[in-house]
């Protein structure tokens, strides 16, 4: 079955980067875009980015343009989304989700708490 | 971009009855790539219905999806105990996806 599984929880000082991780497991690894969407305490959902598993092309959300990275490693089916120049409105739970052949995220990474303060 | 306007902001209903959910978008989603999630506290948002009205696999039937251009319902024909949750609509026809703000269907 389809799996997906982020790293850790995450405390970091304004100013500082995080990197998130999620590992695939269940299917092609290749055959799937994913999705990075996160979700402030109490908020609402935030897509930020795309990227290709197959050959690592991406598109991000121009709110995060310039201080988001998002990549894989075909090796070991993982992606990752890197956040550069935290500050405190980042406090969120990242997560990342898979398509479907028809479009929508049908699979969701367990999410990962990152936390931005002094 | 596309603003998807979910109404309302909270949904005060007992168990068994209907549950309408609304979702505007400011310009027509393409194709009907509109879907409906279900999140509960704690939890990653889960797919119910896809394509506007295709339900998601394992999805009971009492949740139904319809619409298309720019004005999409959820409908849950009977709320079970389970159902109660924050709901999101989400288009994925033109980049950047968006989500709306989400409709809190909470227990009377």
């Known amino acids: 079955q389809v799996q997906l599984v982020q790293s850790g929880a995450e405390v970091k000082k304004p100013g500082a980067s995080v990197k998130v991780s999620c590992k695939a497991s269940g299917y092609t690894f290749t055959s799937y875009y994913m999705h990075w969407v996160r979700q402030a305490p109490g908020q609402g959902l935030e897509w930020m980015g795309i990227?290709?598993?197959?050959?690592?092309?991406?598109s991000y959300a121009q709110k995060f343009q310039g201080r988001v990275t998002m990549t894989r490693d075909t090796s070991t089916s993982t992606v990752y989304m890197e956040l550069s120049s935290l500050r405190s409105e980042d406090t969120a739970v990242y997560y990342c989700a898979r398509e479907s052949t028809v479009g929508a995220t049908p699979y969701w990474g367990q999410g990962t708490l990152v936390t931005v303060s002094s | 971009e596309i603003v998807l306007t979910q109404s309302p902001g909270t949904l005060s209903l007992s168990p068994g009855e209907r549950a309408t959910l609304s979702c505007r978008a400011s310009?027509?989603?393409?194709?009907?790539?509109l879907a409906w999630y279900q999140q509960k506290p704690g939890q990653a948002p889960r797919l119910l219905i896809y394509g506007a009205s295709s339900r998601a696999t394992g999805i009971p039937d009492r949740f139904s999806g319809s619409g298309s251009g720019t004005d999409f319902t959820l409908t849950i024909s009977r709320l079970e105990p389970e159902d109660f949750a924050v709901y999101y609509c989400?288009?994925?026809?033109?980049?950047?996806?968006?989500f709306g703000q989400g409709t809190k269907v909470e227990i009377k």
């Open positions: 310009q027509s989603v393409s194709s009907s790539y």
């Open positions: 989400q288009q994925y026809g033109s980049s950047p996806m968006t």
């Open positions: 990227i290709n598993p197959s050959g690592g092309s991406t």
